[in-house]
């Protein structure tokens, strides 16, 4: 069974920082690409970053500000976000696609307010 585990998630000032970590089982997850998308309240899923091999990807909101990485090892993914902006404030997720479904975690909640 696909099991995706986020935490890390905070309460924080504008201009901080958090580590969100997402923990996997069920597949594995050194083939796959691994996915950070995040949900306002009241909004859409906005995609965050990806992680493949041979690739990195960020949204332009985030980018030069987040860093997303993989611990294969502990089959683990990471996004380290720094100089956080109140427009940050979402419910973050990692998601991975198998085939032809599409896994997501239970989401971790950031909030960036003074």
């Known amino acids: 069974e696909v099991q995706l585990v986020e935490s890390g998630g905070g309460l924080v000032q504008p201009g901080g920082s958090l580590r969100l970590s997402c923990v996997a089982s069920g597949f594995s997850f050194s083939s796959y690409t691994m996915s950070w998308v995040r949900q306002a309240p009241g909004k859409g899923p906005e995609w965050v970053s990806t992680i493949s091999t041979y690739r990195i990807n960020y949204a332009d909101s985030v980018k030069g500000r987040f860093t997303i990485s993989g611990d294969n090892a502990k089959k683990t993914l990471y996004l380290q976000m720094n100089s956080l902006k109140p427009e940050d404030t979402a419910a973050y997720y990692c998601?991975?696609?198998?085939?032809?479904?599409?896994?997501r975690g239970q989401g971790t909640q950031v909030t960036v307010s003074s």
């Open positions: 998601n991975v696609q198998i085939g032809s479904k599409e896994y």
